[in-house]
């Protein structure tokens, strides 16, 4: 393949503005130009690369085959060069972080972090917002977020394993009923306790399903029991003795050390992990990506 011209460079970022957002007049209102200049653009880089990148029909433009998979490469390059340069430049004073998490998540493992954080950062200001069970990723109003999710794939942000998730049943050291030693026909004594909205899509018996599955104890029922939409809740439940809680072993290391909760039964590994999702409109923040980076070493 022969070298690209100088100039078609500047007409692949033009392609990545039109692929990205779905027409060429949208792109045109982002890049502050005409929509015919964009158009030029498009043509000339077809004309160059000697393949189509859209279908062009009156109700808009659709990305071929090619084009798809030039826009995940091209969008990721800019996404790289956009990230090296925040990681260059210095944080000003006053910069500011907006994470998103769940309410669980956020009280039980993120805030606790955040003096350290703040301690090594000082000049970072951090806006932390938890006011779903599930995340709202749809929305355009945060820098970085925490998901709990089965998939690490997520389009338009740059996704980082947090770290691997485990589950495991906590109890009440005063809980009536004596644990640990269950067959299968005695769990039927047992409350079960469940965060009903784990991840997005996922039966509000998820969790005990799960784990009961990989503990060998198929037959035993997991409908039941009382259900909550936070895994938080779940948790307070256990500690206050109404039943036995399916937990995730990053919200209730504090309880466990203390010994507010027992954990009578062996973690098993969870379906899903904990995600640092980075917008790629975000990636030209270096308060963000200092953040992000801090989060991944500390994990």
Not at 129 to 140: F, I
Request: charged content about 20%; overall charge negative; some cysteine.
């Amino acid at each position: 393949m022969s070298p690209m011209h100088p100039r078609l460079y500047s007409s692949l970022i033009y392609f990545e503005y039109c692929g990205r957002l779905g027409s060429f007049s949208s792109a045109a209102r982002e890049l502050c130009v005409t929509t015919g200049a964009v158009s030029q653009q498009i043509r000339k880089l077809e004309q160059h690369l000697g393949f189509p990148l859209f279908v062009r029909s009156p109700g808009g433009i659709a990305l071929t085959d090619q084009g798809r998979e030039l826009l995940a490469v091209t969008r990721d390059s800019v996404a790289a060069i956009q990230s090296t340069i925040a990681r260059f430049q210095s944080v000003s004073d006053g910069a500011v972080v907006r994470i998103r998490s769940t309410p669980s998540f956020a009280f039980k493992w993120l805030i606790p972090k955040l003096n350290a954080f703040h301690q090594a950062f000082p000049a970072i200001k951090v806006e932390t917002y938890a006011e779903a069970a599930l995340l709202d990723l749809q929305r355009a109003d945060f820098d970085l977020a925490i998901d709990y999710r089965q998939d690490a794939e997520v389009d338009g942000f740059e996704v980082s394993l947090l770290f691997a998730e485990q589950l495991l049943p906590v109890v009440s050291p005063d809980y009536p009923h004596r644990i640990g030693e269950q067959r299968e026909d005695d769990w039927s004594a047992l409350t079960l306790l469940h965060d009903a909205l784990p991840w997005t899509g996922a039966p509000r018996d998820a969790e005990w399903r799960y784990w009961l599955d990989r503990s060998g104890l198929a037959s035993v029922s997991s409908d039941r029991g009382h259900f909550f939409n936070r895994s938080d809740m779940a948790i307070a439940a256990a500690e206050a003795g109404l039943g036995v809680a399916m937990a995730r072993s990053s919200l209730v290391q504090q309880e466990l050390a203390q010994g507010r909760l027992l954990a009578p039964f062996e973690a098993q590994p969870s379906g899903c992990n904990h995600y640092l999702l980075l917008p790629r409109s975000a990636t030209a923040n270096p308060a963000a990506l200092k953040l992000q980076q801090w989060l991944l070493d500390l994990a």
